[in-house]
Structure formats: structure tokens, C-alpha cells
């Protein structure tokens, strides 16, 4: 078996990159791929759930029947909670971040979204968890100003989708790799090497249209534009931003979630800029696209609060560029 192929192995090589990890940055990447597992086999389980037992109350074992979100959720922090090098976490399904204060020898925190797209669990859609890894600024001692950094200064960033095979694409600063479970030995193995963006990228697009009336004038004429040019674009939308993103990714594409007028005095995006949308826009990044929110690079934004909304533009870097041009145009 080639010496990477594994992804400890690859991670144990990645390490040496970074002059302050040593060897916990490894244990950190396994402990998210090890959650990444049990919640896989869980996911598994999902239409199971209805026979074995509804959820919120106890089923056949007289055990209560957690939500696969909770469940999700509730597996990363247990396990991140026995990681030393981890100060504390934050997640979609938790109001504060949670802080390991008797970790006083971590250097990361962790933020992640446990179950990504979990409208689609009940229908057999792919579904997934996102996580994106801050050094603390002072080590031992993690606050919640750790956890409203810019994207910028993720260490890593990746994602775990639960689809036709189990797959866990990472970066960890350079380059995107991608790690297929293999279910019969219970491990990652390196599958996708060096993921890039094809050139030329598939015309896909991938974005709510049901949303298009309460859209501002130049996303609208950005959609028209990629069904009326000369070689429209294709639509592929799931619903799940891990599947949509990554299909997008391996084909090529752009996803997008735009600003919506629904209530004209406060405009809003859908997708959290620290759980969604950095961590994706890490990845889109180092594969060699573009994330913005219209006008600023996501990487760029400054979070005001743990979970922030943004409307998110992602993909191959020619459409993303395309988008904005048709956004930041005079005529509104
Ligand atoms: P969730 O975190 O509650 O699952 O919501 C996020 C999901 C994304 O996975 C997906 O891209 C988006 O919401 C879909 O939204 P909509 O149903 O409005 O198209
Ligand atoms: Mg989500």
C-alpha cells in the first residue's frame, strides 16, 4: 500500500509543513475523520429509524432516539472534548461555542456545521458535515474571539459527505485532497489527489430559482444570462450545499445563494459565513476558484457574530468572476 494512501499517513507528511504542529494536528484531523465515521453509519441507519423507533422518544432498547442533526452534533463535541489540542468548538446546532477549559495545552478550536442539509435525511439525499480549524491566538487559552476569525485564517478546512460512498475532502493550506471510506476496512483512503477545478469547468449552476422573485434585478438578469447565452448552463440543484458544492467541484460549476428582498427592510442571505460558508470557501480556493458574497471575498469578511448569514457565490473562478460582473453592474 503506497506510504500515503492512507490518511494518517498523508496528514502525518502534511504536518511537517507547519513548524508549530507536532503530531496533534494529525490526531485533531482524525478525531473529525473518526466522528466523520459514526455519524456515516448512523446516516445509514436513517430509514431504519421510523421501525426501530421515532425520534425524540425511546425506542425498542428503551433508549431515547436523538435527531440525526443532534446525534451529529452531540459525536463531534464528545469527541472533540477528549482532544487535548482542542480548545473548544462551535457549531450550527449550539447557541455559544463551548469551551474546554481544562485543555490547557490547546492550540486549535473547531467550527462546524454537524449535519449540513438535513431537510434531505428522510429522503435518501446526500447529506454532510462541514469543519473549518483556527489556531488559538494564545495557546491554553481559547475564548470566543477565537471563534470570529476571518476565513482567511483557517488552518484547515473540509468536509465529510455522506453519498453513494463516504468521502472526506480536506485542506489543510495547500492543495485539496479527497478520502473515500473504504467500509470494509473502516478507513480513509486517498482517492482524489490534488483536487483542482476541470478547465474547462462544466456549465452547471446550482442556486434556489424558486427564489427569483425575490431577488434584485441584477441576479435576475445573471440567471437569464445563463439560461439565454449562447451555450446555456446546465441546472443541477439538491438542496444539500455539501453535495451541490462538491459536485460542483469535481465537474465544475458555480453554486450560488443569493441576497433575498422576502422582507424588502432587511435583506438576507441563507448560508452561515463561519460553518458554510469558510470552510467551503478554503477548499474552492486552494482548487483553484472563488467564493465572494457579491462584492468581498468570503475569505475577506470580518464575522460580526458566530452565526452570521451570507449570501454565497462559490465555484469554478471564471463564473464566480462572471457573477460578479453582472452583480456590481451600474444598471440596477
Ligand atoms: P441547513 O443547515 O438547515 O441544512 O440549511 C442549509 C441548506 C444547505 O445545505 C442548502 O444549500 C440550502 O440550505 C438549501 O436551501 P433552500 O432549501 O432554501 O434551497
Ligand atoms: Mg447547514
Not at 480549524?133 to 459527505?161: P, T
Not at 465544475?252 to 428582498?261: E, N, Q, V
Request: aromatic fraction near 10%.
Amino acid at each position: 500500500m503506497n506510504g500515503n494512501l492512507q490518511l494518517q499517513h498523508f496528514i502525518l507528511n502534511e504536518q511537517k509543513k507547519f513548524p508549530y504542529a507536532k503530531g496533534d494536528f494529525t490526531l485533531l484531523i482524525l478525531d473529525i475523520a473518526l466522528a466523520g465515521k459514526i455519524i456515516s453509519s448512523e446516516v445509514n441507519k436513517a430509514g431504519l429509524i421510523e421501525i426501530l423507533g421515532l425520534t425524540g422518544k425511546e425506542n425498542i432498547q428503551g433508549e431515547q432516539v436523538q435527531k440525526l442533526d443532534e446525534f451529529s452534533n452531540s459525536t463531534l463535541v464528545n469527541i472533540l472534548s477528549r482532544n487535548e489540542t482542542v480548545g473548544g468548538c462551535a457549531s450550527e446546532e449550539m447557541a455559544d461555542a463551548v469551551l474546554f477549559e481544562k485543555h490547557t495545552k490547546a492550540k486549535y478550536c473547531v467550527i462546524f456545521d454537524p449535519l449540513d442539509g438535513s431537510s434531505n435525511i428522510d429522503v435518501n439525499v446526500s447529506i454532510g458535515t462541514i469543519f473549518s480549524i483556527y489556531k488559538l491566538s494564545n495557546e491554553g487559552e481559547c475564548s470566543e474571539k477565537d471563534f470570529l476569525k476571518k476565513g482567511e485564517e483557517q488552518v484547515a478546512a473540509g468536509y465529510i459527505i455522506y453519498g453513494s460512498s463516504t468521502m472526506l475532502v480536506l485542506t489543510t493550506g495547500e492543495g485539496v485532497h479527497g478520502f473515500t471510506l473504504d467500509p470494509s476496512l473502516g478507513e480513509f483512503l486517498l482517492s482524489h489527489p490534488d483536487i483542482k477545478y476541470p478547465e474547462p469547468p462544466k456549465r452547471y449552476y446550482s442556486v434556489n430559482e424558486g427564489n427569483f422573485k425575490y431577488w434584485d434585478k441584477n441576479v435576475k438578469k445573471y440567471v437569464d444570462h445563463l439560461k439565454n447565452n449562447e451555450k446555456p448552463f446546465s441546472l443541477r440543484y439538491i438542496g444539500s450545499l455539501v453535495s451541490d458544492f462538491h459536485r460542483n467541484l469535481i465537474y465544475g460549476g458555480i453554486f450560488f445563494y443569493p441576497l433575498d428582498y422576502k422582507n424588502p427592510e432587511k435583506p438576507k442571505g441563507k448560508l452561515r459565513l463561519m460553518y458554510e460558508a469558510n470552510p467551503l470557501a478554503l477548499i474552492s480556493k486552494n482548487a483553484g476558484g472563488l467564493a465572494s458574497d457579491g462584492k468581498n471575498d468570503i475569505l475577506s469578511l470580518k464575522p460580526e457574530e458566530l452565526h452570521q448569514r451570507v449570501p454565497l457565490y462559490i465555484g469554478a473562478k471564471s463564473f464566480v468572476e462572471e457573477a460578479l460582473a453582472f452583480l456590481n453592474s451600474e444598471e440596477k
